[in-house]
């Protein structure tokens, strides 16, 4: 995009040029002599808003280009050391950008593809986009403890807040209202949000059976229905703004920090996490014409990333519209997690009109209708029999954790979709072994699709959930695996996540946006680094990890490396009953 167009873009009416080429001058607007970069390309300010939006263009932006865009944000904040500040990197020979959004001095990146209004900027500092992800865990695990006292079993958590939540966002009405007044008003939102979607009646019936006339709920008595629907108002609701990937981010977290308490009843039950469903996501390359398929999507969390995704690369609401309607697919067998799935994309800004209710193997037909190019997966570790043909059921082994399970729905979903790239969440087994039930899985799926990329995730991922230790498999379906055709393996066992008590696995430190981005960076540039990564053709009969051969980076090793990995062979046995 050339600069003039980018000036149009953003609004020519808040253009702050102090030179005759456009450009403007921190050392004539400071009035002293400034060493270094001080001659911005494009500024804009609004001074009724205090906002400024900074825009360096370069024919092809690369990482360190990003130190001159701060040194102009530095130089704006001595301007006025209380502006809101946008800053933007822009390619002239394309439309790429990277953009930054910075308040009292602290930076976060943004998701935004393409460029937008100066009016839309100056709404990302509006008290209710504010995203602010430490209130939002305080005020969560305040919420946790006013659900105890209420008497809201742990399992029901997720979805009574998430259903409420959703009411709150569309204009329910509660104060001064009976407990069953406010029940009937939630149903009426919940219908008329629902309108138009596919199996509208079991949804409905699902979230009205499953929360709103489960006994506890129906036991609130009215204040506290009132207390608890008013926390949740003020304390939760401002702080999130679903329109930016900065805020799907909090609202993701705050809806699986109560997804943790239904893993409590079933172990081997393993929820994505929302941080590695955005990196699976990204590295299938998702835009605004993909149309994204989970068979198996539990609570929602791929789609919601993948609809995120597509969004940000829209720039009209039929668009958006577009994605929402007819191009997000998901399926989820259990009852109760069907609902919470349907809330959550119903929080996340809707996109839950194809999700339904049952069995993916009795609905290939409709599979294949939904034309899907991205299928995100992550099937169940802990399956029944009843949820599978006879024929893949037979091929169990006793254990209910045999990490054959999910073998069954990849192949069957493979072969159904057939096109476009298949990302799936597998224990690490199902890399390792190469007989028997998944040697013959590795043969028809490389008899009939590519394997582009293997990564072994962190041992603990799914904690406090599933014990499983998962890695996850990237196929290009519909292409055969070519004899020489060498797979991208990454060991990428360290995701900067810690373990805390009463909140699970947390990025405390803020790793994981430098992590993920040198993650897609290696797999990008197909990079082999000690320690990280490696390329390597490899047959059915072969590993498909990492850990087989990539070199090791001996420099880095330590006793703590020695014990953790002694941890993960003993959980790996324990798993597979092997001790």
Request: glycine fraction near 6%; charge should be negative.
């Amino acid at each position: 995009m050339q600069r003039i167009e980018m000036i149009d873009c953003v609004g020519r009416k808040h253009l702050s040029a102090n030179l005759e080429n456009g450009e403007f001058s921190y050392a004539k607007a400071l009035n002293e002599n400034i060493q270094g970069h001080k001659f911005l390309d494009i500024r804009f300010y609004d001074e009724k808003s205090k906002t400024a939006v900074l825009i360096e263009t370069k024919q092809k932006f690369k990482t360190n280009d990003k130190q001159q865009l701060f040194d102009y944000v530095a130089l704006e904040r001595r301007l006025s050391s209380t502006i809101k500040i946008v800053a933007i990197l822009a390619n002239t020979n394309d439309d790429k950008i990277k953009v930054w959004k910075i308040v009292d001095g602290k930076e976060t990146e943004l998701d935004d593809k393409k460029l937008k209004s100066f009016e839309e900027y100056v709404d990302y500092f509006k008290p209710k986009n504010i995203n602010d992800k430490t209130a939002v865990l305080e005020n969560t695990s305040k919420l946790n403890r006013l659900l105890h006292d209420n008497g809201i079993a742990e399992k029901l958590r997720s979805q009574f807040v998430g259903t409420c939540l959703l009411a709150l966002k569309n204009g329910l009405t509660y104060k001064g209202l009976t407990t069953s007044q406010i029940i009937a008003g939630i149903k009426e939102v919940l219908g008329t949000l629902l309108e138009g979607s596919v199996d509208k009646a079991d949804k409905i019936v699902i979230l009205h059976e499953n929360i709103l006339k489960d006994q506890n709920v129906e036991k609130i008595k009215s204040e506290n229905f009132e207390k608890l629907l008013e926390y949740i108002e003020e304390n939760i609701e401002p702080y999130i703004n679903e329109a930016s990937r900065e805020g799907h981010d909090i609202l993701s977290y705050f809806f699986t920090t109560f997804n943790k308490y239904v893993a409590r009843e079933d172990k081997n039950q393993a929820f994505t996490p929302n941080h590695i469903a955005h990196f699976m996501a990204t590295v299938a390359g998702i835009y605004k014409t993909s149309r994204i398929l989970d068979p198996t999507c539990g609570s929602g969390t791929f789609l919601v990333q993948a609809m995120t995704q597509a969004l940000n690369d829209c720039e009209t609401d039929a668009e958006r519209n577009e994605i929402k309607k007819h191009q997000i697919y998901g399926i989820e067998f259990d009852k109760n997690v069907y609902g919470l799935s349907t809330t959550n994309m119903l929080i996340h800004g809707d996109g839950n009109s194809n999700i339904r209710c049952g069995s993916c193997f009795e609905k290939g037909d409709w599979i294949q209708q939904a034309n899907a190019d991205v299928v995100l997966m992550n099937p169940p570790y802990n399956a029944s029999k009843n949820q599978v043909p006879e024929n893949f059921a037979k091929t169990w082994r006793k254990t209910s954790t045999d990490p054959s399970k999910g073998l069954c729905f990849v192949e069957f979903v493979a072969g159904k979709v057939n096109r476009g790239r298949l990302l799936t969440l597998l224990p690490m087994a199902c890399a390792i072994q190469t007989d028997g039930v998944i040697g013959n899985f590795k043969q028809k799926m490389l008899e009939k699709h590519t394997l582009d990329a293997v990564f072994s995730f962190p041992a603990e991922m799914f904690y406090p959930g599933a014990s499983a230790v998962a890695c996850c498999m990237v196929f290009d379906l519909g292409k055969p695996h070519k004899n020489g055709k060498e797979t991208f393996f990454g060991y990428f066992k360290d995701d900067g996540f810690e373990k805390r008590k009463g909140v699970g696995r947390v990025d405390v430190r803020d790793k994981w946006k430098s992590i993920e981005e040198e993650w897609l960076d290696l797999y990008e540039h197909r990079t082999t680094m000690a320690g990280k990564s490696v390329c390597r053709h490899v047959e059915a009969n072969e590993e498909w990890c990492a850990e087989a051969y990539m070199e090791t980076d001996y420099s880095t090793l330590c006793d703590d490396d020695f014990i953790r990995k002694m941890r993960d062979y003993a959980a790996f046995l324990v798993q597979n009953e092997e001790v």
